[in-house]
């Protein structure tokens, strides 16, 4: 058995699902159990810690369940989260590092600690997107300002987003898994589309950054992809926003109608070619940069984003790139828009993503019990080596957010969209 003081472990995941998320906690659980320490599996994300008072203990099987060997036959392969997931975040009202000395702004975080040590667990193990990533540094940084005689509970990340767009690690698990559902849905639109002689606009997730949008276009055969990382040069401008006081703040926005020009260009180059039929490619967070006129009534969650689902990018884009093109050719062509995206988050995993998933949870192990360690999100490279990232490289110890990871334009990836789509002279 292993010299550590770690004797029972909480584990928990928040925010979206993720292909693989089994085989992250079950590798996880199994590698504690093998050394005889306990795990216990916090069900819904911080649903049901965010308010805990003490004047009611947690019960097993409603709030967490105790992870046996016998609980995770088959579960590395499985679909689903075997824990749950939630989106609560204890940490919305901790801004900066003041913040973390104002016993108002923290008391969410400390309802955390509190229910945590009530059920006397040794180390948190956080899984989940940036957002959970700023809330487990959060969860540090509160302990860190606690007495000397309080108890603390190492924190590891092991990092979650179908997005693919943290720091710090190449692939995230499940990543691989949505990029091939969604490109098998674009190849079956594909044909769909020729039949018709049509387009579909299919607006792939992502808000923050490209990678899915891409690696689903490239796999699925796409013949123009568009992200956040393309709103540059004469797409990208600003715009003067008023808030409900008055004040008026600038926000970078994209140039719709030219947007829609570079797509009916590429619309009529591949008429041209004799293929007057596609599917086009929109990551989400291109509504971020939407002028403000097209987000009226547009609610935000309670990490300040706005509801993107509720834009429906996808359909907007599409309506508007009809009118263009029949306004250019005098010709009507059939563009339909999708929201893909949901679909693939629950998705039977793939074997890299099985095998990435399950180097992940093995990471939180060698993090907490042979190393020692606290503050560190895992990270997987290589020939799927283990790494160890703190927290502070990965989280601005100003304003305590995370760092993007946008696929850089000038990086082979991004130039492999461009080889394999239909060109279109800028």
Known sequence: MPNT????????FAGGPAPAANAVIGTAAHAFLNAGIEVYGIKHGYSNLIDFDGSAPLVEGEHYINISHDSLAHARSSQGIMIGTARSNPGKHVTSPD????SEKTAPLGRVYNALVELGVDALISIGGDDTLKTANKMKLYQDTLPEDKKRLPVVHLPKTIDNDYMGIDFTFGYFTAAEFLATEMRNLNYDASAGQAYF???????SAGWLAYGAAIAGEACMVLSVEDVVGELRGEEEVADGSGKTETRTIMHVDKIVKRIVDMML???SQGRPYGVIVVAEGMAEYLPQKFLSGIARDDHGHIAIASVNLGKMLADEVAKAYKERTGKSRKVNGL??????????????????????????????????MNGVMISVGGQLDLTFVPFEDLVDPKTLVTKVRFIERDSDFYKLARFIETSVDE
Do not use: N, T
């Open 5 to 12: 003081e770690i004797k029972k472990v909480a584990m928990l």
């Open 99 to 102: 913040d973390l000395h104002d």
């Open 201 to 207: 606009v299919c607006e792939a997730m992502g808000r």
């Open 269 to 271: 180059k591949r008429e």
């Open 339 to 372: 929201q893909l995206g949901y679909e693939s988050r629950c998705a039977l995993p793939h074997a890299f993503d099985i095998m990435l998933g399950s180097q992940i949870g093995v990471g939180a192990y060698r993090a907490l019990v042979e190393d020692g």
